[in-house]
């Protein structure tokens, strides 16, 4: 495909084609990743810098992408009946295979041939917006995912990535960052008195500015996606043996319950 075929309108729409589009800090390659889209995923075009577009979210959230990750808009159909991915392989209309992570949603003319799609007017039903629902796919959908910065699916995350994808399957929007969903919702309890889904913050800077969240389970147990653990794991915060949890617990800043009701 040339480059001149998927030029996009500065303002403008696109949508991700790619299983996974990394969101970059500057217009190069080699500046930090900042966050993910994934396939079937708009994106709002705000500026363009030769091959790269500054784009921004459904969330908000602004980055760089190079356009190889983009297409308009208008080339997405909706003939699959808006079909999200929850760990998929597809095969385009040209016969190619490629895996989608969760979340993602296929695109015109994709059929899959292993894995798991829902119907996107489905999710509210398989996903409630409920506590207990919340957790259990905070334990499931993203069990062994290897810490990645900027990272939002299974396939590798980081904290706060973990945790907006796993609100948003819910019908939680949330922001980006830790130290945005920070200020979302109303103050909850202390950390060994965590509920299910509430969020728990955490800090290890001198000026106490969030730069971790992982998600409660309630039982004294939380969920999170941690650099210190390599990635996935769930912590007993009562267990006085291990050092990384006496870590946290002196990290610890305060928790917020995200849900508008219980």
């Not at 267990?239 to 009701?261: G, M, P, Q």
């Amino acid at each position: 495909m040339s480059s001149e075929s998927v030029r996009l309108s500065v303002p403008g729409r696109a949508i991700v084609r790619s299983p996974v589009a990394p969101l970059y800090k500057e217009p190069f390659v080699r500046s930090p990743q900042i966050s993910q889209r994934v396939c079937g995923h708009e994106v709002e075009v705000l500026e363009v810098r030769d091959d790269w577009y500054r784009v921004r979210g459904s969330d908000r959230y602004e980055g760089w992408m190079h356009w190889g990750f983009l297409s308009p808009a208008r080339d997405n159909g909706s003939s699959n009946g808006a079909l999200v991915s929850l760990g998929c392989v597809v095969k385009d209309d040209g016969g190619a295979r490629r895996a989608l992570p969760l979340g993602a949603r296929l695109l015109h003319g994709d059929v899959a041939e292993s894995g798991e799609t829902i119907a996107e007017h489905e999710l509210s039903n398989r996903f409630p917006r409920d506590a207990k629902a919340i957790t259990i796919s905070a334990q499931k959908m993203f069990e062994g995912v290897s810490y990645v910065w900027g990272g939002v699916t299974p396939w590798g995350a980081d904290c706060s990535g973990f945790v907006q994808t796993i609100f948003g399957l819910h019908g939680v929007p949330l922001p980006r960052d830790a130290w945005m969903q920070a200020e979302c919702g109303s103050p909850s309890g202390a950390l060994l008195e965590l509920r299910p889904a509430d969020l728990a913050f955490f800090s290890d800077r001198e000026d106490k500015r969030v730069t971790h969240v992982a998600i409660g389970l309630g039982g004294r147990k939380l969920v999170h996606v941690a650099l210190g653990r390599g990635g996935y794991a769930i912590e007993k915060l009562d267990d006085a043996t291990d050092d990384y949890v006496r870590a946290l617990r002196e990290r610890f800043l305060y928790s917020r319950d995200v849900l508008i009701s219980r």
